[in-house]
């Protein structure tokens, strides 16, 4: 009967204690599937993406260049034998001697670009597919992608196998960078809403760029070459698993109904956007060409040592994060001065990218490669914002394709970076090639006059407002007319779903809370 009892006891203790853990599984579900909370919760997960493959792009700055020095092939080098040691019958002595790479530097080079250039390449189909199927999914694959090609990286031991990871990681950002930021700006369709969102992803970005080659240096030397690699491909492993638990990307959609984006290539030709994506390479052009040539030229210059070429970059970070809080500030307070501000930013970097060269110490050094960071902050925070804006005001509200040509835009510069910046060093020197990115970034500035009445622009003149405010003229209206209706009625649509029916809700409830 005692038996009895205890395991009755036993019983009702695990049911309650099953309750207890469902009620509040269920609870937690409701709060993390709550519209402003999971907004929230996506940006972090969207930052965090954004955080990792800017680290992965940086982190192999001071860990490639010794790691191939430490593989490269050995031969064995018979010394010659003094006349004592022959007449002494001496066995020959032999050294181990490394062989001569006279490509090394160009293999470096075509290494750090490898990234950037399949980045490049794959954009305008990533952007087309997230186009089709919305950003959950795509940012999905874009994590997975990146995991696997990090433990690759992690463990690969040959020059073949790290340019194949290096290459696997830019198919990755593809997918995860511009399905990150087009998210964002669906999610957040209040102007100023949108532009602090996407400086917060922005500030990670800075932040994994500057931190990485330390992070990725005092790892290496301590902890060996896979543990870098590791920890970042663990972080993307749990960022996909968070995405997972919040959206559920594989459950409730109804992708037949989801608005067809506009084609990239009506993007590309768009006078606006093409003069916004050539704003965006120009500025970021001093950023991905010093980075491989500026530790060399301390050293030979002012004789720096190895802490302060690591931490050249690191006190940048934070000017640029004051430049990302004053855009926004700006851009809620005068948004139709976006055009002005980016300008502005240009100007900084052209004039701060000629005055490079006049440094002579470290602390000099370091003024203005701070006001080179604080104007891209500018372009960025400022231009960033603007093509969603034109993209809504212009075309259909899906954003996959126009952040697929930001996307370009910084993988051209960054790609061409590692490889043209050195022979342009060799040919022409460091202080023609800085005095030659200024003097670009100062000319393409006014160019941005071209956007100064873009925010004078009515909104109902896009396909998306036209289909909001118009009755249907067809099967394809009809159905979102439909939707519209019914979402009414549940006051919400699927958390994961960005189909027509997610947007009118949301203007719904903008529109009731005016």
């Known amino acids: 009967m005692a ?13 309650k204690f099953s309750d207890v853990v469902g009620e509040r599984s269920k609870q937690i579900s409701g709060a993390v599937h709550e519209p402003k909370r999971q907004r929230k919760i996506l940006l972090v ?27 490269r092939t050995y031969k ?19 050294v181990l001697e490394r062989s001569p790479n006279p490509n ?9 670009a490898s990234k950037a250039i399949l980045q490049l390449l794959s954009n305008p189909l990533t952007g087309t597919f997230i186009d089709r199927v919305g950003y959950d999914i795509p940012l999905l694959i874009g994590l997975t992608i990146i995991f696997f090609s990090t433990v690759t990286f992690a463990f690969g031991e040959s020059y073949a196998m790290l340019f194949i990871a290096r290459s696997m990681q830019g198919l990755g950002s593809a997918f995860a960078d511009t399905s990150g930021i087009a998210m964002i700006a669906d999610n957040y369709t209040e102007e100023s809403e949108r532009s602090k969102a996407l400086g917060i992803a922005l500030a990670f970005i800075s932040f994994g760029s500057l931190v990485a080659p330390p992070f990725g240096g005092i790892l290496y ?5 896979r543990v870098p690699f590791l920890v970042l491909s663990l972080i993307s492993l749990l960022d996909g698993i968070m995405l997972l638990i919040v959206i559920s990307p594989f459950s409730n959609r109804t992708r037949q109904n989801m608005q067809q984006g506009t084609p990239i290539y009506k993007l590309m030709i768009d006078p606006y956007i093409a003069v916004v994506a050539g704003a965006l390479t120009t500025c970021n052009i001093p950023l991905a060409f010093l980075e491989p040539t500026i530790s060399n030229w301390m050293k030979e210059t002012m004789n720096a040592s190895e802490w302060q070429m690591g931490l050249t970059w690191l006190p940048a970070f934070f000017p640029h994060i004051l430049g990302v809080y004053i855009t926004v500030k700006l851009a809620a307070k005068y948004p139709n001065l976006q055009w002005f501000y980016g300008a ?29 960071c604080f104007g891209i902050a500018l372009v960025d925070t400022a231009l960033l914002p603007t093509l969603a ?25 960054y790609a061409l970076g590692p490889i043209v910046a050195g022979q342009i060093v060799h040919n022409s020197g460091f202080v023609q090639l800085n005095l030659g990115m200024g003097l670009v970034n100062i000319l393409y500035a006014p160019a941005l006059l071209f956007l100064r009445n873009v925010w004078l622009m009515k909104p109902s003149l896009s396909e998306r407002n036209l289909l909001l405010e118009e009755g249907p003229k067809g099967l394809y209206d009809t159905i979102k007319m439909e939707e519209r209706k019914a979402a009414k009625k549940s006051h919400g649509s699927s958390p994961g779903s960005h189909s027509m029916s997610a947007v009118l809700v949301d203007s719904d409830q903008e529109d009731s809370s005016e």
Request: charged share 15%; with cysteine; proline share 4%.
């Open 76 to 94: 064995l080098v018979y010394l010659p034998l003094t006349l004592n040691e022959t007449l002494l019958n001496a066995t020959r002595k032999t």
């Open 45 to 71: 997960i969207v930052c965090i993406a954004m955080l990792l493959d800017n680290m992965l792009y940086m982190v192999i700055v001071p860990i490639i260049p010794d790691y191939l020095e430490t593989i």
């Open 104 to 112: 090394e530097d160009i293999q470096i080079g075509v290494l750090f």
């Open 344 to 372: 502005l930013g240009l100007v900084i970097i052209g004039a701060s990218s000629c005055t490079v060269p006049a440094c002579r110490n470290f602390e000099e050094l370091i003024i203005p490669l701070c006001f080179l």
């Open 3 to 15: 038996t009895t009892a205890v395991v009755g006891l036993a019983k009702s203790a695990v049911v």
């Open 221 to 225: 030397q301590f902890a060996g070459k």
């Open 389 to 413: 804006f034109l993209v809504d005001i212009r075309y259909v509200s899906v954003y996959g394709s126009v952040y697929a040509i930001a996307d370009i835009s910084y993988s051209l510069a």
